[in-house]
């Protein structure tokens, strides 16, 4: 079992969320935190440009990361996607497959 759960959203809904984690979760803080995920500019993201985060599951548990995932999964704003999925999207592209 992967200690991670992975997600995938376009830049608006990425920096919406992490803002209003950051906000809730009192980000940043004194000891040297700066904010909950990285930032849009540094994140990973697939070949469509949308934004990778993997995180652990306990941070699903926290509010109001609990309230708002289950809204964002099901309106479509955020897609959960596997480890595999993930993984694959991290890696460089082909050059042969170009």
């Known amino acids: 079992m992967t200690p991670h759960r992975f997600f995938r959203s376009d830049e608006a809904t990425y920096e919406s969320v992490r803002a209003t984690l950051d906000a809730a979760w009192g980000l940043p803080n004194d000891k ?18 949308r934004l990778l985060v993997g995180l652990l599951p306990e941070w699903l548990t926290w509010e109001p990361a609990a309230t708002l995932l289950p809204q964002l999964l099901s309106s479509g704003a955020v ?20």
């Open 79 to 98: 897609e959960e996607i596997t480890d595999a999925d993930y993984q694959a999207a991290l890696l460089p592209p082909d050059p042969l497959q170009g």
């Open 32 to 49: 040297a935190t700066t904010t909950c995920i990285a930032p849009a500019n540094t994140a990973p993201r697939d070949a469509s440009g």
